[in-house]
């Protein structure tokens, strides 16, 4: 008789979760609450986890109000912690987006700007203590001008990567190599060549040792991202496998690693596959961790807060 596999231990913290008040998870989509919300992440198991809505710019700064002010209306947990996702925009969208002349900049600005703008940071250490924000994410969404072109990509993510890595705002980098957008397939929705789907090594070794020093040097917590990368049903396996290596390499310089799902309410993780089985599910990340030596164990972890 076939012996079943062994299956990994389920991930139980998830440290990167979106809320109804992100600025793009206001679909009316299903839990159209933080309350909703928080009852489906229990219930999936997970003990140890934030909810970190966006900020891009300024303008999306009473999405993060609104957030706080449901979290704490939320029935205690000290488990339960307030945190937010902050992207790496550039000094002039900042400047444009405070003129007050551009319509609705919930994204930024994303095109138009100074190819090597400046980059920056929407959230300050005002806002940081003001809201009670316990940890911050910061993420690379989009290029900053430059042409879509393979190297120019991979050295303008490379170079915001970096930038989040140094700021002394952030404690978490979001889902490294992340990309949307461009160079997707109309039909079948897949990234199959460039910036780096095709072969993950098209990023010099060079940048990626780069990248761990920094981490390093300044402390920072590398993201293992659920939804947006290991789950992703438009990134193909092979770039899946060389990417858990990555995160491998990094484990093993010594940096820690967080876990988190990137929860957006529309993709409903919580009240479909979830934790418990299905292709977006904990366990089939965790099975794809495990063969490269991450377990659950191996995640970083905020103590329990004092309610
Ligand atoms: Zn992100
Ligand atoms: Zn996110």
Same mark, same amino acid.
């Given at each position: 008789?076939?012996?079943?596999?062994?299956?990994?231990?389920?991930?139980?913290?998830?440290?990167?979760?979106?809320?109804?008040?992100?600025?793009?998870?206001?679909?009316?989509?299903? $839990?159209?609450?933080?309350? *909703? !919300?928080? +009852?489906?992440?229990? /219930?999936?198991?997970? #003990?140890?986890?934030?909810?970190?809505? %966006?900020?891009?710019? $300024?303008?999306?700064?009473? *999405? !993060?109000? +609104?957030?706080?002010? /449901?979290?704490?209306? #939320?029935?205690?947990?000290?488990?339960? %912690?307030?945190?937010?996702?902050?992207?790496?925009?550039?000094?002039?969208?900042?400047?444009?987006?405070?003129?007050?002349?551009?319509?609705?900049?919930?994204?930024?600005?994303?095109?138009?700007?100074?190819?090597?703008?400046?980059?920056?940071?929407?959230?300050?250490?005002?806002?940081?203590?003001?809201?009670?924000?316990?940890?911050?994410?910061?993420?690379?969404?989009?290029?900053?001008?430059?042409?879509?072109?393979?190297?120019?990509?991979?050295?303008?993510?490379?170079?915001?990567?970096?930038?989040?890595?140094?700021?002394?705002?952030?404690?978490?980098?979001?889902?490294?190599?992340?990309?949307?957008?461009?160079?997707?397939?109309?039909?079948?929705?897949?990234?199959?060549?460039?910036?780096?789907?095709?072969?993950?090594?098209?990023?010099?070794?060079?940048?990626?040792?780069?990248?761990?020093?920094?981490?390093?040097?300044?402390?920072?917590?590398?993201?293992?991202?659920?939804?947006?990368?290991?789950?992703?049903?438009?990134?193909?396996?092979?770039?899946?496998?060389?990417?858990?290596?990555?995160?491998?390499?990094?484990?093993?310089?010594?940096?820690?690693?967080?876990?988190?799902?990137?929860?957006?309410?529309?993709?409903?993780?919580?009240?479909?596959?979830?934790?418990?089985?299905?292709?977006?599910?904990?366990?089939?990340?965790?099975?794809?961790?495990?063969?490269?030596?991450?377990?659950?164990?191996?995640?970083?972890?905020?103590?329990?807060?004092?309610?």
């Amino acid at each position: 008789m076939k012996q079943a596999a062994t299956a990994p231990a389920p991930v139980t913290c998830d440290w990167h979760i979106h809320s109804c008040h992100s600025c793009d998870c206001k679909t009316g989509a299903y $839990p159209s609450t933080m309350a *909703d !919300l928080v +009852a489906e992440i229990e /219930a999936c198991g997970v #003990l140890d986890y934030g909810i970190t809505d %966006h900020i891009h710019t $300024p303008f999306n700064l009473p *999405d !993060l109000e +609104a957030s706080r002010k /449901a979290f704490d209306a #939320l029935p205690p947990n000290p488990r339960r %912690h307030f945190a937010v996702e902050v992207s790496s925009v550039s000094q002039w969208e900042i400047d444009e987006v405070a003129n007050g002349t551009r319509q609705n900049p919930v994204y930024g600005i994303r095109s138009g700007g100074p190819v090597a703008a400046e980059l920056a940071l929407a959230l300050t250490a005002d806002d940081i203590t003001r809201l009670g924000i316990e940890y911050v994410i910061g993420g690379t969404h989009w290029p900053m001008y430059v042409p879509f072109e393979r190297e120019a990509i991979i050295r303008d993510y490379h170079r915001q990567n970096i930038f989040l890595l140094t700021h002394p705002l952030t404690n978490i980098i979001a889902h490294p190599w992340w990309w949307m957008g461009h160079w997707q397939n109309p039909e079948t929705k897949m990234y199959t060549a460039e910036p780096w789907f095709d072969d993950f090594n098209v990023i010099p070794t060079s940048m990626h040792d780069e990248f761990i020093a920094a981490a390093r040097q300044y402390g920072k917590i590398v993201e293992v991202n659920n939804n947006a990368m290991l789950t992703s049903n438009s990134y193909p396996e092979k770039f899946k496998q060389q990417y858990c290596e990555f995160l491998a390499a990094v484990k093993g310089a010594g940096v820690p690693l967080s876990f988190g799902s990137d929860h957006h309410s529309q993709h409903q993780i919580y009240t479909e596959s979830a934790c418990r089985g299905g292709s977006k599910s904990f366990i089939s990340s965790a099975a794809r961790l495990a063969a490269v030596g991450i377990t659950d164990a191996d995640f970083w972890r905020l103590p329990p807060r004092k309610v």
